[in-house]
């Protein structure tokens, strides 16, 4: 099966959902001047009437032959069903209410009245533009959608990063790295490991964000495309190894350490904005890291 008759399958099966109001392609598939490969996946937006209908991993085998299916909130809390077909085709379908849609399709429009919305309605503007913005296709659904996606390219406010997120991402960076050196510590280095990448990584390239933002660059979140967008410095700090060995995951906090204060710095000299000081807590664990890290790595 071909990537046009895998696609092929996908609208056909769309068009015979009558609850189906629009199916809106996203991705790399369809963002200008992105490099797809046989290991792109398809994304999908499907804006249903009733989203609770398509809650089950039965419907993907009705599109093709389907190895696993399951179902997660995102970032954007809202809920998607990843798809793996067979050979290995990935697809995620992300379930959306039509009239919700319509709501935050309509208050784009409206950019100046943006004092007035309520913040769900703020962030549900905010979290459409970022994912469909870069590129969307209106696959079913017509002029109608059509016209409610055209609205991205009304210009709208950047959110801004305010002193506030600052100290957020500060805060919650150095509570974490004292519970994962203490789990090195204590040796329960899979516990360690995990919650360093799930964790810590959140605030680092929160900032590693905005610093490329601040640069002129054009920061992906969640890391994606990051090789395109950091620069040579930090493309060589996030190079981290890690591991299930303590001495290994003690040089890797201590280099995340070093690569957090770098960027918090930056971006609070960039802003003019006060850095919280952490000095103690980072010479704590530097101290208690070092025991088990090795000598070249003291600093």
């Known amino acids: 099966m071909s990537p046009q008759e895998f696609e092929a399958r996908i609208i056909a099966w769309a068009r015979q959902q009558s609850e189906l109001e629009a199916l809106v392609q996203i991705g790399s598939r369809v963002q200008p001047g992105q490099s797809v490969d046989e ?3 398809w994304d999908y937006q499907m804006i249903v009437r009733r989203p609770a209908r398509y809650r089950n991993r039965n419907w993907p085998a009705q599109i093709a032959p389907c190895w696993s299916a ?4 995102t970032e954007r809390a809202v809920v998607k069903l990843s798809a793996v077909f067979e050979g290995g085709r990935e697809a995620d379908f992300v379930l959306l209410s039509a009239w919700q849609m319509k709501l935050v399709c309509c208050a784009m429009r409206h950019p100046g009245a943006l004092g007035w919305y309520p913040p769900v309605l703020r962030r549900g503007v905010h979290n459409l533009r970022l994912v469909a913005k870069p590129g969307y296709r209106v696959i079913l659904g017509g002029a109608p959608w059509e016209r409610r996606y055209a609205a991205m390219e009304i210009a709208w406010p950047v959110p801004i990063f305010a002193s506030e997120d600052l100290r957020e991402h500060t805060a919650a960076f150095w509570r974490h790295a004292v519970w994962v050196a203490k789990k090195i510590l204590r040796s329960e280095l899979r516990a360690a490991l995990r919650w360093q990448h799930v964790e810590m990584r959140e ?10 933002r601040l640069a002129g660059r054009n920061p992906r ?3 994606r495309k990051a090789e395109r967008w ?7 700090q996030t190079a981290i190894t890690t591991g299930p060995d303590q001495s290994t995951l003690a040089k890797a906090l201590l280099a995340e350490l070093t690569l957090f204060r770098d960027v918090s710095r930056s971006v609070a000299e960039s802003h003019g904005f006060p850095l919280p000081d ?3 807590v980072e010479a704590w664990l530097r101290a208690e890291l070092a025991k088990v890290a090795g000598p070249a790595d003291r600093g």
């Not at 605030?203 to 490329?212: K, N, T």
């Not at 950091?230 to 060589?236: A, F, I, Y």
């Open 39 to 41: 290991w792109s996946d």
């Open 70 to 73: 399951h179902f997660e909130r």
């Open 203 to 212: 605030h680092v390239y929160a900032l590693l964000e905005e610093e490329a």
């Open 221 to 223: 979140p969640e890391a």
């Open 230 to 236: 950091l620069d040579e410095r930090r493309l060589t």
């Open 278 to 280: 952490y000095s103690a």
